[in-house]
């Protein structure tokens, strides 16, 4: 047992609870107190290195410590903001203390359970580098949440002192000045609105931004379980050629069957291991920001792969979901230039609300409605020449109005209720399509009994 990360991690405690004073202005003797602290972890920290790492005395001080400062932060006021922070690297501290003496008092035990106690102390360094960013993160965002509050009072006191003016004003104004006032306020009414829904947008995005930034932060650890995995076989494997043929008869048959069992974990593990580097990779895939740029797709098997996306994500959200898919691809449409992330984003816009529609058309009728979504694709002549590819999107469900039929590609428009649509996916879904691919989404449907949205989209630019 050498030198721990204790006397490290003291010192980084200390100077984010002394940075939490500073920040916050807060006067309080602990800062004194910690500056003590600061330097103990650095006495400890020193005689770990000049050779009495190996010291229980030493190792135990470093634990004291770290054990210190958390229940400071626990117990004192002034230190509040700092218990997210105690939460994240409190499993290392407490993984390392509890490792640290068994492998004293219990020797044997250790040697035999050494991965598991290293997998945890891996795992805890995971959650410790998981939740520093979320915490880092949700600060960022609280703290923008705050400038955000206190702009909109400074905004509400300016209005309430316009307010006041122009209610002196009225008074002494005629009726048609009056009706200004009115329309003023209306107008102001739906600023709000449209204010309120971009905010969420900005959240949403946001959001996309933290889920990348966490898939690359599990890529790296990931990587080196999967290099070390293949390492470790190839190490075994060596040691097969080598000091395993030394061994006696009667040992080597044991030895032998060990040195599988390892060799097929370490498989299982290299195996899943590349697993979720694929979901990571697929993460940061879906959460990039769109390039811009044409590349060859196949049209059908992007239709396919957001189908069951759309339908496995809401199964995730509710259990008691069911609807029917049917597919009818064809298979002479070869690759076609397009934006595929861009054209996977509209797919699954038109899929979800396909699937919200037949599960709100079942919560009506109930038993003996069987709910359908078709999704099929076909290569096309178009009239002024040249081929096209068209997609169809089509479902038994709620279908549209016929009177809100002209107002589904408008931005902010949407017939769900409050909370459950933004209704910006049609209007971008409309851009995408006959702006970016200089194509055309229209949409067939009969109320109460279905809606198809067909997309067509030219391989060759017009």
């Known amino acids: 047992m050498s030198i721990g990360l204790e006397p490290f991690i003291a010192i980084f405690l200390v100077s984010q609870l002394r940075r939490t004073l500073k920040s916050e202005g807060?006067?309080?003797?602990?800062?004194?107190?910690?500056?003590?602290?600061?330097?103990?972890?650095?006495?400890?920290?020193?005689?770990?290195?000049?050779?009495?790492?190996?010291?229980?005395?030493?190792?135990?001080?470093?634990h004291f410590l770290v054990f210190a400062l958390a229940a400071i932060v626990f117990t004192r006021e002034e230190f509040k903001s700092n218990r997210p922070l105690i939460t994240s690297v409190m499993p290392y501290v407490v993984i390392t203390f509890v490792s640290d003496i068994i492998e004293k008092l219990l020797v044997n035990f250790y040697n035999d359970y050494n991965e598991f106690f290293e997998s945890a102390k891996w795992f805890a360094i995971l959650w410790f580098a998981a939740m520093w960013f979320i915490n880092r993160r949700q600060g960022k965002a609280l703290e923008l949440e705050r400038k955000r509050r206190r702009d909109e009072e400074e905004q509400n006191r300016m209005m309430a002192a316009m307010k006041v003016n122009l209610e002196s004003e009225v008074r002494q104004r005629t009726a048609e000045l009056t009706q200004q006032k009115e329309e003023l306020q209306q107008a102001l009414t739906e600023l709000k609105s449209t204010q309120a829904q971009l905010v969420q947008q900005e959240k949403m995005a946001s959001l996309g931004e933290l889920t990348a930034g966490i898939a690359h932060e599990i890529q790296n650890p990931?990587?080196?379980?999967?290099?070390?995995?293949?390492?470790?076989?190839?190490?075994?494997?060596?040691?097969?050629?080598?000091?395993?043929?030394?061994?006696?008869?009667e040992d080597r048959e044991e030895a032998d069957e060990i040195m599988n069992d390892i060799t097929q974990n370490l498989a299982k593990i290299n195996q899943h291991g590349k697993r979720a580097d694929a979901i990571v990779k697929g993460m940061l895939q879906h959460s990039r920001a769109t390039t811009s740029k044409k590349e060859p797709t196949d049209i059908n098997a992007l239709a396919d792969e957001y189908l069951r996306l759309s339908y496995h994500g809401l199964r995730a959200k509710d259990k008691s979901f069911n609807a029917g898919m049917k597919t009818s691809f064809d298979p002479n449409i070869g690759p076609i230039d397009a934006m595929a992330q861009d054209l996977g984003r509209v797919l699954l816009n038109l899929y979800n609300n396909s699937f919200y529609s037949v599960a709100e058309k079942k919560k009506l009728i109930g038993d003996g409605y069987e709910p359908t979504v078709n999704v099929s694709t076909k290569l096309i002549k178009l009239?002024?020449?040249?081929?096209?590819?068209?997609?169809?999107?089509?479902?038994?469900?709620?279908?549209?109005?016929?009177?809100?039929?002209?107002?589904?590609?408008?931005?902010?428009?949407?017939?769900?209720?409050?909370?459950?649509?933004?209704?910006?996916?049609?209007?971008?879904?409309?851009?995408?399509?006959?702006?970016?691919?200089?194509?055309?989404?229209?949409?067939?449907?009969?109320?109460?009994?279905?809606?198809?949205?067909?997309?067509?989209?030219?391989?060759?630019a017009n």
């Open 26 to 62: 807060i006067s309080s003797p602990w800062s004194q107190y910690l500056v003590y602290a600061f330097y103990a972890a650095v006495a400890i920290m020193c005689l770990g290195f000049s050779g009495f790492g190996h010291s229980i005395f030493i190792m135990l001080l470093g």
């Open 222 to 249: 990931l990587n080196f379980v999967n290099n070390f995995s293949e390492v470790s076989i190839e190490l075994l494997d060596e040691l097969k050629e080598g000091v395993f043929k030394n061994l006696p008869e």
């Open 383 to 460: 009239a002024t020449g040249g081929n096209a590819v068209e997609i169809t999107v089509a479902d038994n469900g709620m279908g549209i109005p016929q009177k809100v039929l002209d107002k589904i590609y408008q931005p902010f428009f949407t017939t769900k209720p409050t909370g459950l649509g933004t209704g910006l996916g049609l209007s971008m879904s409309y851009d995408i399509i006959t702006k970016a691919h200089n194509g055309e989404l229209k949409v067939e449907t009969q109320e109460g009994e279905y809606a198809r949205f067909i997309i067509t989209i030219p391989t060759v």
